[in-house]
T-cell receptor, first 114, second 113 residues
Framework: DADVTQTPRNRITKTGKRIMLECSQTKGHDRMYWYRQDPGLGLRLIYYSFDVKDINKGEISDGYSVSRQAQAKFSLSLESAIPNQTALYFC?????????????FGPGTRLLVL | LAKTTQPISMDSYEGQEVNITCSHNNIATNDYITWYQQFPSQGPRFIIQGYKTKVTNEVASLFIPADRKSSTLSLPRVSLSDTAVYYCLVGDGLTGGGNKLTFGTGTQLKVEL
């Protein structure tokens, strides 16, 4: 979805390096999410944010941190990258209408940690 | 947290109707059922969402029985381009979102000629 962009799209880094993955959205949604996907597996939630002042840990937050700089921006950082963080990372926003929540995903960032 | 169970994979042929069933025995009263489609190396894309009975849109139908403990995504007349992974999620955006939006491993649908 072009309304949710991720940079970079591909990244190779070395063990121990700190890296940041960025996500921007033009949908005007308050809620934003970071997921990782490993080959053959579903998406696992890392962190999520319901507004600029709100940060929540997901299922697998260890080794990651996030920053919600503005409504439109949600960054994911790997403090000290390790090889098992090699994965496909997706950012998503969501639209909440009553009880119904629909997510919109970015194109993904493919990360390789050597 | 409502857990979902789906078949790991399904095979079909072009032109056939495909039905993918998802079990969610401990669905909560306020939970909605949402299906997403994911192509390789792309983010999941919303297909359809419902609460009860039947919902239909331009790409699919969603059947939900009265007890809501399962749901069935129906794809009419599939084509090769419908080959993808399909995820069933249950959750209540109002009180949950976040951790309640759990993606399992999904169902890999393969459509052949």
């Amino acid at each position: 979805d072009a309304d949710v962009t991720q940079t970079p799209r591909n990244r190779i880094t070395k063990t121990g390096k700190r890296i940041m993955l960025e996500c921007s959205q033009t949908k005007g949604h308050d809620r934003m999410y970071w997921y990782r996907q490993d080959p053959g597996l579903g998406l696992r939630l890392i962190y999520y944010s319901f507004d600029v002042k709100d940060i929540n840990k997901g299922e697998i937050s260890d080794g990651y941190s996030v920053s919600r700089q503005a409504q439109a921006k949600f960054s994911l950082s790997l403090e000290s990258a390790i090889p098992n963080q090699t994965a496909l990372y997706f950012c998503a926003t969501s639209d909440l209408t009553g009880d119904q929540e629909t997510q919109y995903f970015g194109p993904g960032t493919r990360l390789l940690v050597l | 947290l409502a857990k979902t169970t789906q078949p790991i994979s399904m095979d079909s042929y072009e032109g056939q109707e495909v039905n993918i069933t998802c079990s969610h025995n401990n669905i909560a009263t306020n939970d909605y059922i949402t299906w997403y489609q994911q192509f390789p190396s792309q983010g999941p894309r919303f297909i359809i969402q419902g609460y009860k009975t039947k919902v239909t849109n331009e790409v699919a139908s969603l059947f939900i029985p009265a007890d809501r403990k399962s749901s069935t995504l129906s794809l009419p007349r599939v084509s090769l381009s419908d080959t993808a992974v399909y995820y069933c999620l249950v959750g209540d955006g109002l009180t949950g979102g976040g951790n309640k939006l759990t993606f399992g491993t999904g169902t890999q649908l393969k459509v052949e000629l």
